[in-house]
């Protein structure tokens, strides 16, 4: 295939308004990068280079044209729109519909739309239908629903199909979460470090809270509203080495923390925290560019929402996450907390 037979190039040459989205291209005589159905005058072939979104063209040197900035402002918002349609569909629907008919609804060809759709909201589409689900599942299970009212009020369509997702989609059986966590027992102790008090809680598949605070009664409390029907157990003497490790890790990050998470979020959360895990020891990234690592390069908010709702303080390292300048932001257990965490890791 020589370098004209490439589609992208066709797209351009025909101004293809379907392919604003799936890629932009750049102009090396200007410096400039434009979509595909840019008015602009068209350049030479051996001129262009393509890039998938313009987050790469800017890494790559070019800019934004002026029509290309005010473009990307109202294609944004088209395909906000076109996103916030298509989960009203999938929220209203018995039968979530599959990926043709909401890309169909669109008007946008299949891949294009998972491409939008993820970009908007951080999920596939499929992913949605899942967080989805589980909201549903999890007001179901809340309210006085049994759990058969429950599993087919959300879209499942047989029990075993249900009971296979139940543990992925609330960390327990339906019926102990119905029951607002009675049969799960958490084993949790309260000590100090320098940060302040400092609460650790473990279920039986893992840490599943490191609470900061000033006051071990508000952390306890902090605890309950988490896990309102728990049977919350005050810790044994081997329990006490795993508060040790946490403590020691705030103390000393360079020993590097090594316990079992039991994390419990949304599809997007949980990619959200798996991405601050990866930011190293000493470093820092901002919202945007978790963003981008998640593949969700729009979704910087929602990263913003996802850290705020991480329980597992240095454990999940949200205190990482910075404003694009560099400056700090909020920090669920305070911001001169933050500051301390990372000028330690700064040192280690």
Known sequence: MTINDDPRWAAILARDPKADGLFVYGVKTTGVYCRPSSPSRLPRRENVEFFDTPAQAEAAGYRASKRAASDRT???????QLVANACRSIEQAQTPPDLGTLAAQAGLSPFHFHRVFKAVTGLTPK?????????KVRDGLKSQHSVTDTLYGAGFNSNSRFYESANQLLGMKPSDYKAGGTHNEILFAVGECSLGAILVAQSTRGVCAILLGDDPGKLVRDLQDQFPKARLVGADR???????????FVEAPALGLDLPLDLRGTAFQERVWQALRDIPLGSTASYGQIAE????????????QACGANSLAVAIPCHRVVRSNGDLSGYRW??????QLLERESQA
């Open 74 to 80: 109202q294609v944004a918002a088209q395909h906000a």
């Open 334 to 339: 305070g911001v001169e907390r933050k500051r």
């Open 293 to 304: 690592r998640i593949g969700a390069p729009k979704s910087f908010r929602a990263v913003a």
């Open 127 to 135: 992913g949605y239908v899942s967080a989805h689900r589980s909201r």
């Open 238 to 248: 081997s329990f006490e080495q795993v508060v040790a490790q946490v403590v020691g």
